[in-house]
C-alpha cells in the first residue's frame, strides 16, 4: 500500500474526466483515475453525437426552447443558456483536439463542413456526430490526447472506495480518496488539493440498462457519504431502443436511426407512435419510452421493433456501420429486416448538486458530467446534451482549479487503509445475491411506470439490503463487486426517496395515482442528515 500525493485527483475517464485533466494548466500535477482501461466508460459507446448550434438556420434560442420542453419545466434557464451558448466553442476544441466528425462537402451556405443530424426533441439538425461511434472517436482522441500530457498520471484498474476529508482552519475539506487497486487488491492513499468526481452515472442500478459495468453511481453515493446534497434523482433516463437479442448485451440502438425516418412498430408490422404524440418517433425519450413500455405490457410482447429498412441500403450502412455490423453479426440485416427492441436504463439526471464551476458543497470537491446536477436536463434528458455538458462544465472545472489551486492547503497525511480486523468471505454469494436482488426489484418497482405501493415495497427492501451490505462491508476485505453493490444500494436507496416525495408525473417520473404535474414544478433535493 502506498500514498501518492497530487495537485488535482480526477476519478472517471470519460469524456467529462478527460476534458477537465486536459484544460488544466500545464503545471498542475494530475491524476486520473479508470475503473477499468481507459476506454471503458459510457462515453466511448455513445453512438448518437453532441449537440449543439452550427448551422445558420439554427439559433441558441432554438436549442434553449428544445431543452426547456424536453425538460419538463424543471431546467434551470441559466445553466441551459450557459451550456448552449458554449455549445459552439466546445465542438470547435474537439476538433482542435482531433475528433474527426462526419463531414459534408463544404460550401459558402454551409461553412463547417460536417453532417449534421437530428435526434428526438430536437426542433433542427444540430447533433455533429463521427457516424453512430461518435463516443469512440471523441473518447479514443480525448485519451491521446491525454497521454501527450506530462502533468497527467493516469491509473487504470482502479476504483475509490471513499473521499478523504480533513479539517483546515474553520472547514472540512476533501483531500483525497482511498483508491483500491483492483487487480492487486491493495488500497491506496491519493492526496490532493482538490478532488474531481467525473464516475459517470447509476443506471447499473436496474436490471436493463444500455451503459458498461461502470455505471454504478460511484461518485454520487461517495458525495453523499461525503455530505453533499443530490437533487433529482428520481429522473431515470430509459432509452426507449436497446437491442434486444441474447447475446447483444447493453446494446444500444442509436436515436439518430429515428431522426433519419426510422419508424417503431408492433410485433405485426403496425406503427404505433402516432397515437401517443403528434412528434411520433421524435418525441422526447421519456414519451417514446413510456409508449413502448405500455404496448410491451398490452400486448404481452416481450420486445417491440425498430425499422429503418425503407431507406436505401447504401444511406443506411454509411449512417449507422455500427449498428449495422452488430446486427448483421447476430444473424440481423438492417437494410431488410427491423430491429427488435427494448427500453433500458440509460442516464441519470438527478445526482450531485454543483456550481457553474462544478464545486459541490464539500469544499475542493468537484463534480460533473452524469455525476453532477447542474439543472440543464431538468425532468428529462434531450438527446445528445449530456456530451456537451461534459465538454461545456468540464472546461469551466479546469479553469477553476487552475485559477484557484494556489490559495488551496497542502492535505496533510492521511491514515493507511486498514484491513486488520478484517477476513476474506467465505460467502461471496451475498454479493451476488443482493445485487441481483437489488437491480430487479428496482426495475420491477422503480420503473418507467411507479405506484406508491411499489416505491414502498421497494424502499422496505433496500432497507433490509443496507444493513446486509454494511455488515458485510465491515466484516470483509473489499472488492470491487462489493463497493458497487455498496455505492448501488446508497443510489437506489436516494432514487426511492426522490420518487417518493414527488407525488406527480413529470418528465421521466410517471406515477399511475398521479397522472398529472403540478402547476409550479420543483426541484427533488435530498439532504444527508435529514429524512
Not at 483546515?168 to 474531481?196: F, M, P, Q
Not at 441474447?246 to 402516432?274: D, H, Q, V, Y
Amino acid at each position: 500500500m502506498a500514498t501518492f500525493r497530487y495537485d488535482v485527483l480526477i476519478i472517471g475517464s470519460g469524456a467529462a474526466g478527460l476534458t477537465v485533466a486536459l484544460g488544466l494548466p500545464d503545471g498542475v500535477q494530475a491524476a486520473l483515475l479508470s475503473k477499468g482501461e481507459l476506454t471503458h466508460a459510457s462515453t466511448y459507446y455513445a453512438q448518437g453525437g453532441v449537440a449543439a448550434v452550427l448551422d445558420s438556420d439554427d439559433s441558441l434560442e432554438s436549442h434553449v426552447r428544445d431543452t426547456h420542453l424536453a425538460g419538463g419545466g424543471l431546467c434551470h434557464d441559466d445553466a441551459v443558456r450557459y451550456t448552449v451558448e458554449n455549445g459552439p466553442q466546445a465542438i470547435r476544441w474537439l476538433i482542435d483536439q482531433g475528433v474527426d466528425f462526419t463531414r459534408l462537402e463544404g460550401s459558402e451556405a454551409n461553412p463547417l463542413p460536417y453532417h449534421l443530424t437530428r435526434e428526438g426533441g430536437h426542433s433542427h439538425r444540430r447533433i455533429i456526430h463521427a457516424a453512430d461511434a461518435t463516443g469512440v472517436a471523441i473518447s479514443s482522441t480525448l485519451i491521446d490526447r491525454v497521454k501527450e500530457r506530462d502533468n497527467v498520471h493516469l491509473f487504470e484498474h482502479r476504483v475509490a472506495v471513499d473521499l478523504i476529508l480533513q479539517e483546515h482552519g474553520n472547514e472540512r475539506r476533501c483531500c483525497g480518496a482511498y483508491v483500491h487497486n483492483i487487480k492487486t487488491g491493495e488500497t491506496d492513499v491519493i492526496l490532493a488539493r482538490s478532488v474531481v468526481l467525473a464516475t459517470g452515472g447509476a443506471s447499473k442500478v436496474y436490471l436493463y440498462t444500455s451503459n458498461p459495468d461502470v455505471a454504478t453511481g460511484d461518485g454520487i453515493a461517495m458525495a453523499w457519504r461525503a455530505g453533499c446534497r443530490v437533487a433529482n434523482m428520481e429522473f431515470m433516463q430509459f432509452h426507449p431502443t436497446c437491442l434486444y437479442h441474447p447475446k447483444a448485451k447493453s446494446f444500444l440502438i442509436t436515436e439518430a436511426i429515428r431522426g433519419e425516418g426510422g419508424r417503431l412498430l408492433l410485433p405485426n408490422g403496425e406503427r404505433f407512435m402516432p397515437r401517443f404524440d403528434e412528434r411520433a418517433e421524435l418525441a422526447p425519450r421519456d414519451v417514446v419510452a413510456r409508449a413502448i413500455d405500455h404496448e410491451m405490457k398490452r400486448l404481452g410482447a416481450d420486445c417491440l421493433y425498430l425499422d429503418i429498412s425503407h431507406k436505401p441500403a447504401d444511406f443506411i450502412i454509411e449512417h449507422f456501420p455500427t449498428v449495422y455490423a452488430k446486427c448483421l453479426q447476430l444473424g440481423l440485416d438492417i437494410t431488410r429486416d427491423p430491429i427488435p427492441v427494448v427500453p433500458a436504463a440509460h442516464y441519470t439526471c438527478g445526482g450531485v448538486i454543483i456550481d457553474r464551476a462544478g464545486r459541490t458543497d464539500v469544499p475542493g470537491l468537484y463534480a460533473l458530467g452524469e455525476t453532477g446536477f447542474t439543472g440543464l436536463h431538468g425532468a428529462n434528458r434531450m438527446a445528445s446534451n449530456s456530451l456537451l455538458e461534459c465538454f461545456v462544465y468540464g472546461r469551466a472545472v479546469a479553469e477553476h482549479i487552475g485559477e484557484h489551486l494556489q490559495e488551496l492547503p497542502e492535505p496533510r497525511e492521511a491514515a493507511p487503509w486498514d484491513d486488520s480486523k478484517v477476513t476474506d468471505s467465505d460467502e461471496d454469494v451475498v454479493i451476488s445475491h443482493n445485487w441481483d436482488e437489488l437491480r430487479r426489484f428496482m426495475w420491477d418497482y422503480v420503473g418507467i411506470v411507479r405506484t406508491t405501493k411499489r416505491l414502498e415495497r421497494a424502499q422496505h427492501r433496500v432497507e433490509m439490503l443496507k444493513k446486509e451490505i454494511t455488515e458485510y462491508y465491515s466484516n470483509y476485505h473489499i472488492s470491487n463487486d462489493l463497493l458497487e453493490l455498496r455505492n448501488l444500494v446508497v443510489i437506489a436507496d436516494l432514487i426511492i426517496r426522490s420518487a417518493l416525495q414527488r407525488k406527480e408525473s413529470r418528465g421521466l417520473h410517471f406515477m399511475r395515482e398521479f397522472p398529472d404535474a403540478d402547476p409550479v414544478g420543483k426541484d427533488s433535493v435530498l439532504v444527508p442528515g435529514q429524512p
